[in-house]
């Protein structure tokens, strides 16, 4: 590794280990910890905590994402330890996972954690390239089969409604403005099936966060932020702008997890 690229790893382990690039993204640089309420606070260890952009929620700075617990009671011990953010997704080990945390959480206090949910606007994948039909009954199918896979996530969760809602994987500007599946979120929102909006993205992340800032949809940004992207400090620059225009911006692959 060059000398430049171990200061670079450095630098954003640093970051990491100042709260800086956590899961849970300050607003902004100097912004205060939000102090949760006491009757949510674990007993046993002091948590850090920041407010999720304009939602109001408050979390702590490290969440736990899902997507390869298979064991229950890791979930359980997360919880306990006081994590109350848990991120799922509706194809995540084909809906067991998603049934798990239903089962987890079923008899805990609502207000006591906060469940992500990611679906995707269509199995496979072509709207995240920004590839959607061009006739208004494929259209409509598109949407039809988007709000029953939403409706399968919250039967899973055994929930009414979910804390944020993503709009899963995209890549291009086009899909975070798709006209048509945009319109089936606001619908969800107002039908209380989910909290607050969201897009996750993996990839041309620069481009999404600020498609999600001009939609004045999106609530909530999920995106991968690490030191082995190239163009990480583009994506810093992003997500500055989501902050500075109040969306709750939460990073995932921190530690370059499935990146090559």
């Known amino acids: 590794m060059s000398q430049k690229g171990l200061v670079d790893r450095r630098n954003f382990m640093k970051m990491a280990a100042t709260g800086m690039a956590g899961i849970c993204l300050a607003p902004s640089v100097g912004a205060e910890q939000t102090e949760l309420p006491a009757h949510l606070k674990p007993a046993s260890r002091k948590l ?23 064991n229950p009671n890791l ?13 799922t997704a509706w194809w995540y080990q084909s809906g067991r996972n998603e049934e798990m945390i239903g089962d987890i959480v079923k008899d805990r206090p609502r207000d006591s954690y906060v469940i992500a949910t990611k679906v995707p606007g269509s199995v496979p994948l072509p709207y995240a390239r920004g590839v959607f039909p061009d006739d208004e009954v494929s259209r409509a199918t598109l949407v039809d089969s988007f709000l029953k896979r939403v409706d399968t996530s919250l039967k899973r969760l055994r929930l009414e409604y979910v804390d944020i809602l993503y709009l899963h994987n995209v890549w291009t500007r086009e899909a975070v403005l ?3 599946l ?20 993996h990839r041309n992340e620069p481009a999404v966060i600020e498609a999600a800032i001009d939609s004045k949809l999106y609530e909530v940004v999920l995106t991968a932020y690490n030191f ?14 989501a902050a500075q225009a109040g969306l709750g911006v939460i990073a995932m692959k921190t530690l370059a997890g499935g990146v090559p």
Request: charged share 25%; hydrophobic share 45%; net charge positive.
């Open 178 to 180: 798709f006209e048509s």
């Open 48 to 70: 850090i905590y920041r407010t999720l952009g304009k939602t109001g929620i408050t979390l702590p700075v490290i969440s736990m994402g899902v997507m390869n617990s298979d």
């Open 75 to 87: 979930v359980r011990a997360a919880l306990d330890a006081g994590i109350m953010h848990l991120d």
């Open 182 to 201: 945009m319109e089936a979120l606001a619908k969800l929102k107002k039908e209380g099936k989910a909290k607050f909006l969201g897009i996750s993205t």
């Open 228 to 241: 082995k992207q190239d163009h990480r400090l583009d994506v810093q620059s992003a997500i500055a702008k």
